[in-house]
């Protein structure tokens, strides 16, 4: 699976994105094994960034009369708002969201192979097939959040944050600039075992950092006065 994904990488860019895939590698990291901790900055910070940018091309999109920067920046403001008071639902939407995406690439990529191109009937039932594990991966991830917060924190993060990463070293790998796929096992089974062991540890790591900080702070106040 990763030898076919790297296929899909340019061969060849300028140094200038060279550093941008290697500050992408790191802050991928960065997500792993520690994005939890940060969470409702990033969370509140992204949408403030989301809500800029469809704030100022949405009177383009609608074809209003509305002079866009007014537009990014209520857009701006009730994103950042709702990331900062609706953080864990947030989560909640980006792990279903990562989930739902790995589970379309994966299952297209399982179906594929035995897809009949020319017969309807295999293109509806590979649309069906398709249909119910992406949704079900992305109301699972949803779920999971609400119901256990802290776990769909670290595992949002955990998954975001090795995806970010992966992409990066395949593109770094695809340049020329590393050979460590040929120490990557060649099953697409022990690939995939290899990256739910990354998810774990890298879930675990934030679990032990939240966990800390969370003692940390709680010493850190005053003996209420009896």
């Known amino acids: 699976m990763?030898?076919?994904?790297?296929?899909?990488?340019?061969?060849?860019?300028g140094e200038f994105a060279l550093w941008m895939v290697m500050v992408g590698l790191a802050l991928g990291g960065g997500l792993w094994l520690a994005g939890a901790c940060f969470s409702r900055s990033i969370i509140t910070l992204s949408l403030v960034a989301a809500g800029s940018f469809v704030g100022?091309?949405?009177?383009?999109?609608?074809?209003?009369?509305?002079?866009?920067?007014?537009?990014?920046?209520?857009?701006?403001i009730v994103l950042g708002i709702?990331?900062?008071?609706?953080?864990?639902y947030w989560v909640g939407i980006g792990l279903g969201m990562?989930?739902?995406?790995w589970t379309a690439m994966l299952t297209w990529k399982d179906i594929g192979h035995s897809l009949n191109w020319r017969e309807m009937?295999?293109?509806?039932?590979a649309r069906l097939a398709l249909s119910f594990a992406v949704w079900g991966a992305g109301l699972t991830g949803i779920a999971a959040t609400w119901l256990w917060p802290k776990v769909g924190q670290s595992l949002f993060y955990s998954i975001t944050g090795l995806t970010l990463a992966?992409?990066?070293?395949?593109?770094?790998?695809?340049?020329?600039?590393?050979?460590?796929?040929g120490w990557v096992p060649a099953e697409n089974w022990a690939q995939y075992a290899?990256?739910?062991?990354?998810?774990l540890v890298g879930a675990v790591v934030q679990w032990r950092l939240g966990s800390g900080s969370s003692r940390s702070s709680r010493s850190g106040e005053p003996e209420a006065e009896g």
């Open 194 to 199: 290899s990256m739910a062991a990354l998810v």
């Open 56 to 76: 100022k091309w949405l009177p383009g999109w609608m074809g209003w009369s509305i002079d866009p920067m007014a537009t990014a920046v209520g857009g701006a």
């Open 98 to 101: 990562v989930l739902a995406a």
């Open 166 to 181: 992966l992409a990066m070293a395949l593109a770094v790998a695809q340049m020329g600039r590393g050979d460590w796929l």
């Open 121 to 125: 009937e295999g293109w509806s039932s």
């Open 82 to 88: 709702s990331g900062y008071l609706l953080h864990q």
């Open 2 to 13: 990763l030898q076919e994904l790297s296929s899909l990488m340019p061969h060849q860019v």
